[in-house]
């Protein structure tokens, strides 16, 4: 039925404040804006190179957002990503395989501490930042906007699986809930992940001292 009546929201929107890789002043302001609207904010930290140390790099503004957020009592959403490839806004950011997702994730889990994550995007293939193991989203109608690119939306083998990437993710979501990390999942009994980007094929990462690094094993070109 039809109502006027009042509901309450929670209201955790992504301003971009300062743009893309804002500093600590850039986010400062901008939430000195918005703070008596906002229950939290969140980061839309997804194109840059995480933990690069560089002008690129994240990690930083998710921190700076962290602050200022956390410093006003309000909750803060970080943003957690695998790569990002803008198909359609010709930008390729290369997060070195699972790095840069590490990365992401060791910082919200030592540094940020946020109150809720998001994993970026989790559903855009356009981007390559998708975590669903589907196999090839070009076989599905609708599962895409690659036309925007020139490429034909029917073209096969444009996108590769990320099931490496999705079995991956419970590994540091527990870390993050829990405080201690999840159990490596183990492919094929090889100790292998696979994790496939737009022109690179990553046969994953090892577990190294403890499981609590991963290191990239392999790195070839080709689909």
Known sequence: MPSNA????????AFFWGGEIPNFAAVQQGFGQWNSTLDGSFYWGIAGVPGSGGSFDQIPSSEAYASVVHGGGKLYMAPICLQFWGANANRYYEYGGAAGMRKMWMDAINVSHPEWVEIITWNDFIEGSYVSPIDDPNKYPFANFLN???????????????????ALLPYFIKWYKTGGPGCLPIH????????????????????????ARLRPIHAAAGA
Not at 191 to 204: F, I, K, M, N, V
């Open 188 to 211: 094929g009994g090889s100790g292998r992940r696979s994790a496939h980007e737009p022109h690179l094929r990553c046969t994953g990462c090892l577990p190294t001292r403890g499981a």
């Open 148 to 166: 925007t690119t020139g490429v034909p939306s029917s073209t096969l083998g444009y996108f590769h699986s990320h099931q490496g990437a999705t």
């Open 6 to 13: 009042p509901v309450n929201i929670f209201l955790v929107p």
